[in-house]
DNA sequence: TATTCGATGTGCT
DNA sequence: GCACATCGAATAC
């Protein structure tokens, strides 16, 4: 149900608060007549003033001015030719900050997922990844700039969530700004891009 | 206007 | 483990 959706505050909250407690939320999609759904289980920070991995360390741009939006934007960018990546805005407006989610887990809507992705063996293989995840929910550079709090698209936080324990690791993918451990996934959750 | 290269995925070795 | 496809944003000129 839409009004289950997390509120504006949630967001606002400090990025690398909001990047562990997005881990075992559940976001919803929905299209036409489909309904999408999955487990987040693998998030990464990236945070404007003092983080060079991030794409609003440097002046302002075309591409990144979706960042400095306020906390519960999304923000969608086309990388490698190939792959969109799905990031949450958070913090108050002007920060620069997101949250990359990069792996979930399905929970509903896996025929359609399995339809767009073409490889379905092993399950984890739809969406253990950055690349991967957004092309089995169907989320193009036409979801960038939207908000979370609409009925076609938002997060929720699960009843009977089980427990599970939070690992802390250092980014994927970038060549700058290394060293902070900004990465959070879930232990032991095979849907994990890289251990 | 030209050139570089990236928050990746895939396939081959 | 390594090469490479692929293209738009960012940067250089």
Redesign the pocket.
């Known amino acids: 149900m839409y009004n289950k959706a997390l509120k504006r505050e949630f967001y606002l909250q400090d990025t690398i608060t909001v990047a562990k407690q997005l881990l075992g939320k559940i976001l919803v999609i929905k299209k036409n007549r489909t309904l999408l759904s999955a487990r987040i289980v693998e998030t ?1 920070a ?1 945070i404007g003033d003092h983080d060079p ?4 360390y ?2 302002i ?5 979706t ?1 400095y939006e306020e906390g519960g934007t999304i ?1 969608v ?7 969109y ?1 799905f ?1 949450v805005v958070t913090e108050p407006k002007g920060r620069g900050c ?3 989610v ?2 979930v887990e399905p929970v509903e809507g896996l025929d359609y997922m399995i339809k767009r ?3 379905t063996i092993p399950i984890y ?1 739809l969406t ?8 089995a929910l169907g989320i193009d ?1 036409s979801f960038n700039r939207k908000n979370l709090f609409t009925p076609s698209i938002y997060i929720y936080h699960p009843e009977n969530q089980p427990n599970f324990e939070i690992v802390t690791a250092t ?6 700004g290394k060293e902070f451990p900004y990465r959070f996934y879930i232990k032991n959750n095979p849907f994990v ?1 890289k251990k």
């Open positions: 990464e990236y991995a991030c794409h609003a440097n002046k741009t075309n591409r990144s001015s960042l923000y960018y086309f990388i490698y030719g190939n792959h990546c990031n997101a949250v990359l990069r792996a992705r073409g490889k293989n253990n990844g950055p690349g991967k995840m957004t092309q550079a980014r994927i993918g970038i060549n700058v891009s």
